[in-house]
């Protein structure tokens, strides 16, 4: 088993920045690949960003690529998501999910684990 506990969630006004973390607990980090995703109310959960176990290999929604920047610390067993130039479109709960050996995928099929979520609200 996989826990994970997002953070860094919060209110913003459009055109500023959060980093949300997802700190993992259970196995050895290092060995999982790891998504973020996200889910407006009324909406399905989309992909947002993805990073591989291995080489850190990374990967961006369209709507997000040139703003958001995933990032993980292996020693922390934590992965980040550095979000600048938000957008009210970005408001969403904000959900991180695991793999084993995961290449940071955009399918929600391809994770195992997720977390409970993050609140992140952009006012216009």
């Known amino acids: 088993q996989v826990q994970l506990v997002e953070s860094g969630g919060g209110l913003v006004q459009a055109g500023g920045s959060l980093r949300l973390s997802c700190v993992a607990s259970?196995?050895?980090?290092?060995?999982?690949?790891m998504g973020w995703f996200r889910q407006a109310p009324g909406k399905e959960r989309n992909f947002v960003a993805g990073?591989?176990?291995?080489?850190?290999?990374?990967n961006y929604a369209e709507s997000v690529k040139g703003r958001f920047t995933i990032s993980r610390d292996n020693a922390k067993t934590t992965v980040y998501l550095q979000m600048n130039s938000l957008r009210p479109e970005d408001t969403a709960v904000y959900y991180c999910?695991?793999?084993?050996?995961?290449?940071?995928?955009?399918?929600?099929?391809?994770?195992?684990?997720w977390g409970q979520g993050t609140q992140v609200t952009v006012s216009s």
């Open positions: 999910a695991a793999n084993f050996y995961g290449l940071g995928s955009a399918s929600l099929s391809g994770y195992t684990y």
């Open positions: 259970g196995r050895t980090f290092s060995n999982y690949g």
């Open positions: 990073i591989s176990w291995i080489a850190s290999n990374t």
